[in-house]
Every structure is written in structure tokens, then in C-alpha cells.
């Protein structure tokens, strides 16, 4: 009796993914996912929060970011300031207080370094409340030393200032030679050469 084969069934076509869902590589592609699993692993000092809501507020925030509402950025930087200030006292104390110099050492650095956060910090929330004019140059000269730019104003050749008018190169040479040869009459150790005085 002839066995009959049997056609392997083919694998049912894969589902198209629903477009409300998210794929794992959007999610670790999302920043805001991103940010708020930073902030989930760094924030256990509040208890366990759960990572969907904190997800779907960091979005909302982002938000308000794009549509330009820069309110909540500029509490969050004159708070870290103040955070780094508190820091820089803390730290400024304790190296006073100190009296190992490798110790002391130590403190100060932190401190300065905690200041100079902090000042970078409110530099750019002055930046983010006053932004600086931007200005479009039609030239931009960059060079790496002394450079010259003379953009097309000729300059105003030179007078005699009596009369206003203009000296000619060969008319300064006249001038120089006609200065130049009452010092050659008094010194006779010295001759004239092509309008230079060499000593003999």
C-alpha cells in the first residue's frame, strides 16, 4: 500500500505590528523612555514609581517643551543652581575645617568645581530668559594672527597741509635729499650714496 506524503503546512504570516503599540527598539529609542528609566534607577529615594506613568509624564513634559513653554526648564535649572550652591558651601566648609592639606585640598576642588557649575548653570538660564541678538555678517574674515581689512575705502593720499596739495613720491625724495645734504656738508666722514648716508 502506498503511503501517502503529507505537504507541510505553511507558517501562518506574521501579524502586521498595531500601530498604537511600541516595539522594544522604539522604546530604546524613545528619550523620553530613556530619561525615565534614568530617572527610575536614580530616584529611589521617593519609593518604587512606577516607570508607564513616569514615562507618559516625561512625554507630556517634552511637550510642553517643543511647544516652546520653557517654564518648568527654567525652575529646573535655578534649582540645580541652587542645588550646586548648597554643594559649594558645604564643601567650602569642610575644607576650612579641615586641617590635612591633601584633605583640605581635596574639599576646596570640589567646592570651586561645584561653584563654577553653578555659574555655568545661571549663564544659561540668563541665555534661555535673554537670549543674545543674533547678528548675519556679509563677511567673515578668520585668520589665526594680525590681518588687515581693507573693505574698498581707498585711503586719502598725503599733503603738504600749506596749501593741500598732494605730494608725489619724487617730490618726497626731493624733500628727503634736500634735508639730508646740510648734514652731509657738516660732517665730512660721511657720503651720500643713492640717497642713504653710509659712514666711510
Same mark, same amino acid.
Given at each position: 500500500?502506498? +503511503?501517502?506524503?503529507? +505537504? ?19 522604546? =530604546? ?13 536614580? *530616584? ?6 512606577? =516607570? ?12 510642553? &517643551?517643543?511647544?516652546?513653554e520653557l517654564g518648568r526648564v527654567e ?15 558645604? =564643601? ?37 530668559? #535673554? ?17 588687515? &581689512?581693507? #573693505?574698498? &575705502?581707498?585711503?586719502?593720499?598725503? +599733503? ?11 617730490? *618726497? ?6 634735508? &639730508? ?20
Amino acid at each position: 500500500m502506498a +503511503t501517502r506524503r503529507k +505537504t507541510p503546512k505553511a507558517a501562518p504570516l506574521a501579524a502586521p505590528p498595531n500601530k498604537g503599540s511600541i516595539q522594544p527598539h522604539q522604546m =530604546l529609542l524613545s528619550p523620553s523612555v530613556q530619561g525615565a528609566v534614568g530617572i527610575h534607577a536614580w *530616584s529611589k529615594f521617593m519609593g518604587e514609581a512606577d =516607570l508607564l506613568s513616569l514615562v507618559e509624564d516625561l512625554r507630556e513634559q517634552v511637550r510642553d &517643551v517643543q511647544r516652546g513653554e520653557l517654564g518648568r526648564v527654567e525652575a529646573m535649572l535655578f534649582s540645580q543652581a541652587t542645588t550646586l550652591q548648597t554643594i559649594f558651601t558645604s =564643601l567650602a566648609r569642610r575644607a576650612a575645617s579641615n586641617d590635612g592639606l591633601q584633605q583640605f585640598q581635596v574639599n576646596l576642588t570640589l567646592a570651586l568645581k561645584a561653584q563654577s557649575q553653578c555659574r555655568a548653570t545661571l549663564e544659561a538660564l540668563a541665555e534661555i530668559k #535673554n537670549p543674545r541678538p543674533v547678528m548675519f555678517a556679509k563677511q567673515a574674515n578668520v585668520t589665526s594672527g594680525p590681518q588687515q &581689512v581693507n #573693505n574698498g &575705502v581707498a585711503a586719502p593720499a598725503p +599733503t603738504n597741509g600749506q596749501d593741500g596739495k598732494t605730494i608725489s613720491n619724487s617730490g *618726497s625724495q626731493a624733500l628727503l635729499s634736500e634735508a &639730508v645734504q646740510p648734514t652731509l656738508n657738516d660732517n665730512p666722514n660721511r657720503i651720500a650714496l643713492n640717497d642713504s648716508i653710509v659712514p666711510r
